[in-house]
């Protein structure tokens, strides 16, 4: 199983999968294994993640018409129209390299998006108090989804909070 976290940092709500990959990555340990990627804005040179895994998870803004903060959970079959992220190069780049996969004839990943409905992508490193608030719920949904595949997310000890890890951008 591959958490893929996707988005733009730079961009405010637009990357909150990064957050949510890069969250996951240092506030639990989980059984059987899991490869957590930060894919930031890779889009279509994500493919090789694509090809070599056989289950991957997708974190990432969702745009649709919608309450800021609803979330949604979507099988990749489904993802087709959906608006997957607010506009950027990276989400094109995600469905393409499942598209690129069946026009090449080979096997599909199970793929899954968490998505979620951002409040604001403007330039800024940070989230919108919207999304801040809902983030747990977000958590939940994803560790939710990985005990329903078999893989169980213990917490951490020491854990380091949505905020730290903003804050950790913000110094890049």
Do not use: W
Request: hydrophobic share 40%; with cysteine.
């Amino acid at each position: 199983m591959v958490l893929l976290g996707i988005g733009n940092i730079l961009q405010k709500d637009d990357g909150v999968g990064v957050y949510t990959a890069t969250y996951l990555a240092k506030n639990y340990t989980y059984s059987p294994p899991v490869n957590i990627i930060n894919g930031g804005v890779e889009g279509i040179n994500l493919y090789a993640v694509f090809e070599e895994n056989d289950h991957i998870l997708i974190l990432d803004a969702l745009q649709l018409k919608d309450e800021p903060a609803s979330i949604y959970l979507i099988p990749s079959h489904e993802l087709s129209g959906h608006g997957l992220n607010t506009g950027g190069a990276h989400e094109i780049g995600v469905l393409q390299c499942l598209d690129m996969l069946e026009l090449q004839g080979k096997p599909q990943p199970k793929a899954t998006i968490l998505g979620i409905i951002p409040q604001h992508v403007t330039f800024e490193i940070d989230l919108s108090d919207t999304l801040k608030e809902a983030f747990n719920d977000y958590i939940t949904v994803a560790i939710n989804y990985l005990k329903k595949e078999g893989i169980q997310a213990t917490p951490k000890a020491e854990q380091i909070t949505l905020e730290e890890i903003i804050r950790e951008v913000r110094k890049l």
